[in-house]
Structures are given as C-alpha cells and as structure tokens.
C-alpha cells in the first residue's frame, strides 16, 4: 500500500537507536556524531520503490560521505510477509549492492516506530545538532509498477530519471548552513510490513 504523509515535525531530535548491521557489528547515533549531517533511510530488498533508487542512492552516497554526509539505512520489515527482506538477504543486499553505508536490522521494529517511518523509502535528514530538518523525498521518479493510482492524489511520475534531486538540494542546504528550501515533497512507497500487534495508528 502507498503512503505518501509525514508524522514527524521539522526540528524533532534524531531518536538514538542500538541495531546490528550486516557486518554483525551494533551501530548507534553517537558512532557518526562528527558528522555534519545524517540521512536515515527505512528501505527493505524486496520493494520496487526502493530497487528504482537504490543504485543512485549508493552513487549519492559515496559522493556525499567525503564532503560530510552520512548515509544510515535501515530495514524494519517484518519477513514473514516478504522473506526476501530477512538479515540474510539483507546482508546479500548490502554486498551486492556495494553499500557504503551501514544497513541495520530492526527486528523489534521499535526503531521504526521511535522515527515515525511509513513507507520504503522514507527518508529523515538532520542537521549538525541532528534536528530534523527534511523528511521527504528521494526525488520525484517512480517505477512502473501495476497499482491502480491512489485516490485524491497525481499519477506517479514513471517517466523521469531517477537523479536524486531534491535530497541533493537538501543537502547541499545542510551542509552550507542553511535552510532547506520549500517544497518538501513526501516520499513514496511500500508500507512497511509491521508485525501482528505492532503496527502503528498510522500504518
């Protein structure tokens, strides 16, 4: 299912998370503490969004990681639904991928929750004081995928290339300093897959 809303503000502080990532080693929000700014992204394996941006994802980051970026993925889905979004295939994903960054497993999905993530991709991007300042889209490629369009809302965009645009504009804002410019367009997706009792009000 398509979700396309924010549940966090702007300004919210980064929750701290404790999760392994596919090397087996546990990763925290102070082990990137001297960097000007975090993108946490909530991805899974198996979602057509996530394939669509993946490979431009990894470009972004290894362009971004040297000038002060650092780049977090996160997987939250529970497998059950999807077992190709198991640690296994996540770890397979990484390698085959050529992650930069590192990919955790948030199997309690409490880390999920604490961000307030809908959909794969979601994207937070904090600031130096790790203050939320953008939670929106990658940019606006879609892939073409067989789902009837959602109700109220455009059709989804199959036709543009996937570049990356408005996270770059974003931050490239953080990075210098300033503001992140208007508009902040949500990110769309697959809904994460919650576990039986764990989903959210919003999912």
């Given at each position: 299912m398509l979700r396309m809303s924010r549940q966090v503000g702007e300004g919210e502080t980064a929750p701290d998370f404790d999760l392994p990532d596919t090397l087996g080693e546990r990763r925290s929000l102070a082990d990137f503490a001297d960097k000007p700014a975090l993108l946490v992204a909530f991805i899974c394996n198996h979602c057509p969004f996530v394939l669509h941006i993946i490979d431009e994802l990894v470009a972004f980051a290894k362009e971004y990681e040297p000038i002060g970026l650092q780049v977090v993925a996160i997987s939250s889905n529970d497998p059950s639904e999807f077992p190709e979004d198991d640690y296994d295939h996540m770890r397979h994903f990484a390698q085959e991928k050529g992650f930069p960054?590192?990919?955790?497993?948030?199997?309690?999905?409490?880390?999920?929750?604490?961000?307030?993530?809908?959909?794969?991709?979601?994207?937070?991007?904090?600031?130096?004081?790790?203050?939320?300042?953008y939670n929106g889209q990658f940019d606006a490629s879609r892939p073409k995928i067989n789902r009837p369009p959602v109700p109220g809302l455009p059709p989804l965009r199959t036709d543009l290339p996937v570049t990356g645009e408005d996270m770059r504009r974003a931050v490239d804002a953080v990075l210098a300093g300033q503001p992140v410019p208007e508009p902040h367009h949500p990110s769309a997706g697959c809904s994460i897959k919650w576990k039986e009792g764990k989903d959210p009000w919003w999912g």
């Open positions: 960054f590192p990919y955790l497993h948030d199997e309690s999905q409490d880390v999920a929750l604490a961000y307030g993530a809908i959909c794969t991709p979601d994207f937070f991007l904090y600031d130096r004081d790790r203050k939320l300042v």
